[in-house]
């Protein structure tokens, strides 16, 4: 992944595609799941796309609990060390 910005809007763009509601305004700290912006089941589809975008497997068994809180939470957990690859 390129710069922090473009991680970020690679995450929007993607919840806003996933998500089922209508004009979805997605801010980086805006509460997806508790939103309901996207479902609890397309959390799977979401690790997919960050292992595909940071070329990294993730190991779901070392997941914490919010770690896909909002953008700025998945970045941090997820980005900010690759970030000057």
Known sequence: MKTELDAKRSL?????????K?????????PIIEER???SLQVMDL????EQITDNPLDV??????VFKDVNTIY???????DDS
């Open 12 to 20: 929007k763009e993607w919840i806003k595609a996933a998500s089922k």
């Open 61 to 66: 068994a070392d997941l914490k609990p919010g």
């Open 76 to 82: 941090k957990n997820f980005f900010e060390d690759s």
């Open 47 to 50: 690790i997919l796309f960050i």
């Open 37 to 39: 912006i996207i479902t």
């Open 22 to 30: 209508a004009d979805i305004v997605v801010l980086d700290d805006t």
